[in-house]
């Protein structure tokens, strides 16, 4: 068998297990959307996308295809200074940080904040198909700047203030992330 091909999930340091394994499960598209679970033949009253209602809800689309995201990944962009970010798939997001023009400590922080940004929307559409709650954007790029934070300066032992993050100006440390 050749398994050149096959993508290994890149794990982050300083995010917790429950971000890696959603990210890496993600990857494989082994989330239960709405495409996945009629695929296990589970029936389901509505399979569009509960953030734009405008396409079946999938990996790719949740993360990717959806305007709801999209303009979510440009508030992204924008605060982490980086060009805007144009994907057509989840594992495109996932190879993004290598990209993006960063190194070092950035690099490391911008990919977590990747997989953050998509637990977080992954949560919103939670709370949107199982609460009723509406996703805000505001809400979710505040929840990230405070996730990526309070993981960041605890896991990643960034040595940052609040409003040094919020502005991502990341200092580089002598010593990386992860080697």
Known sequence: MDFSNLNAFEWCSWIPNKCNIFGWRAEMGRIPTASALRKRNIQIADSLCVLCESAEENVDHLFSGCIFAS???????????????????????????????????????????????????????????????????????????????LWAKSRAKLHNSLDQFKTFTIAESEHPVSE
Request: hydrophobic residues 45%; aromatic residues 16%; positive net charge.
């Open 71 to 149: 303009r979510l990944w440009q508030h992204i962009s924008t605060w982490c200074k980086v060009p805007n970010i144009f994907v057509f798939s989840f594992k495109d997001l996932l190879d993004l940080h290598n990209f993006v023009g960063l190194s070092g400590k950035k690099k490391e922080i911008f990919y977590g904040l990747m997989i953050i940004v998509c637990w977080c929307i992954w949560r919103a559409r939670n709370s949107f198909k199982f609460q009723n709650k509406k996703a805000r954007m505001e809400g979710i790029i505040g929840e990230v700047k405070v996730l990526g934070f």
